[in-house]
């Protein structure tokens, strides 16, 4: 099922009318061109139905009463246009609709920033019990924050704590104050730019940071959907720890003495392990899945300066 000639292009948006109806094209196109899902989804079906609902803004949850609603010609346009995108040029679907969904909640994104899909929505979630268990989360730094969707996600949290959202790309920062306005939290949140820790001055109860972390022969070998995100979100040299060794050096000097520091490095895991064998990473497991994320402890991090 190549890409539809002009001709074939009109047939489609005349004979599909329904909702139902594009979704089946969808999902035929895309398993007929083996597109890959790692941006939200696992199955073509769910990136169908993310791209078909969040383009026709219909919401995400009890949609089905929509199946059997008939398309506009401009709204039969757009999604083809969309799909079409999605198989030749393989975007990413957040890309196409402008939408990525975090910890339950929607985030403004574009090719500026990674697509949210860390399971460090899962720690939040817990409100990271029981390792903050009794402490006191004041302020918050997220580290690397792209989006700012972590970052964001750790305001609504807790509650009473000032949140601190840094990167050292500009543009990834003009996102996150897009997604700090979206969320009213100007008040609690703000963006920062910083080289890792170079331009921040505050100690905070809690780090959380998802740095570049994707070695050499991993980046080489991802999916093509990886290549629209930006590389100074993804590369992290030939081992990938470029930046996670600069952010354990540096940490201790910017957390509160009982501060706690959470990082996700994914599949550098063992490398990071082999680089640092003497420090007592802790590894949490998560329960819907994701692997390499660590906790270190204040006083952890003083030892190993």
Not at 106 to 109: A, E, K, T
Not at 201 to 212: A, F, G, K, Q, V
Not at 225 to 231: F, G, L, N
């Given at each position: ?7 074939a292009r009109?047939?489609?948006i005349q004979?599909?009318e329904?909702?139902r ?9 895309f ?11 696992d ?9 078909l ?9 009890d ?15 757009r999604?083809l246009?969309?799909?079409e995108?999605r ?8 890309y196409l ?6 910890m339950?909640l929607?985030?403004?994104?574009d090719d500026r920033?990674l697509?949210?899909r860390?399971?460090?929505a899962?720690?939040l979630?817990?409100e990271?019990?029981p ?8 302020r918050?730094?997220d ?9 964001i996600?750790?305001?609504?949290q807790f ?7 840094a990167?050292v ?6 996102v996150?104050r897009?997604?700090?306005?979206r969320y009213?939290m100007g ?6 730019y910083s080289?890792v ?16 972390y994707?070695?050499?022969d991993d980046l080489?070998a991802?999916?093509p ?7 100074l979100g993804?590369?992290?040299g030939d ?5 996670i060794r ?11 003495p009982e501060g ?9 895991q063992?490398a990071?392990e082999?680089a640092f ?13 994701g692997h390499?994320?660590f ?8 030892r190993?300066?």
């Open positions: 099922m190549n890409a539809p000639e002009p001709e009109q047939n489609l004979d599909l329904t909702l109806d594009w979704l089946r094209y969808a999902v035929s196109r398993s007929e061109a083996d597109v890959y899902c790692g941006h939200g989804t199955n073509h079906w769910d990136e169908a139905v993310h791209l609902i969040q383009s026709l803004f219909l919401p995400m949850d949609n089905i009463h929509f199946l059997d609603a008939k398309l506009t010609r401009d709204e039969r346009e999604v246009w969309r799909i995108r198989v030749e040029q393989r975007v990413p679907v957040p609709t402008g939408e990525a969904w975090f339950g929607p985030f403004y994104v920033v697509i949210p860390s399971p460090l899962e720690f979630e817990e990271g019990e390792w903050l268990h009794e402490r006191p989360v004041y918050i730094l580290l690397c924050t792209g989006s700012g969707c972590i970052g996600a750790a305001a609504h509650p009473d704590a000032q949140v601190d959202l990167d790309s500009t543009g990834a920062l003009e996150a897009q997604n700090i306005q009213g008040d609690r949140v703000r963006a920062i080289d820790f170079d331009d921040l001055s505050e100690r905070y109860d809690l780090i959380i940071t998802n740095p570049p994707v070695d050499a080489a991802m999916p959907e990886y290549r629209h995100e930006p590389a993804l590369a992290a081992d990938g720890l470029a930046v600069r952010i354990l050096d540096e940490a201790h000097q910017y957390l509160t706690l520091l959470v990082g996700e490095v994914g599949n550098s063992e990071l082999t064998p003497e420090v007592p990473f802790t590894w949490i497991e998560f329960e819907r899945g390499g994320v906790l270190l402890e204040a006083a952890d991090l003083a190993l300066r």
